[in-house]
């Protein structure tokens, strides 16, 4: 598996299971911090990944 590849499908997979979290948790309590807002920041962070594995992609096929 290339690098630029499991990026995108660990990107991917984050960015679905924090809108998950984001979307189905809002009756759920913990102690310690939200659902919603974990749904919230892996939503971020997989947008990220997902951004930097298009960027690797792009990256591979420009130089070679």
Same mark, same amino acid.
């Given at each position: 598996?290339? #690098?630029?590849?499991?990026?995108?499908?660990? *990107? @991917?997979?984050?960015? %679905?299971? +924090?809108?998950?979290?984001? =979307?189905?948790?809002?009756?759920?309590?913990? #102690?310690?911090?939200?659902?919603?807002?974990? *749904? @919230?920041?892996?939503? %971020?962070? +997989?947008?990220?990944?997902? =951004?930097?594995?298009?960027?690797?992609?792009?990256?591979?096929?420009?130089?070679?």
């Amino acid at each position: 598996m290339t #690098p630029a590849s499991k990026s995108l499908t660990e *990107g @991917a997979i984050c960015a %679905v299971a +924090g809108t998950a979290l984001f =979307l189905f948790t809002e009756d759920v309590e913990i #102690p310690v911090f939200t659902l919603t807002k974990v *749904g @919230a920041v892996l939503m %971020v962070v +997989g947008g990220l990944q997902l =951004l930097y594995g298009t960027y690797q992609a792009i990256r591979t096929r420009v130089t070679g």
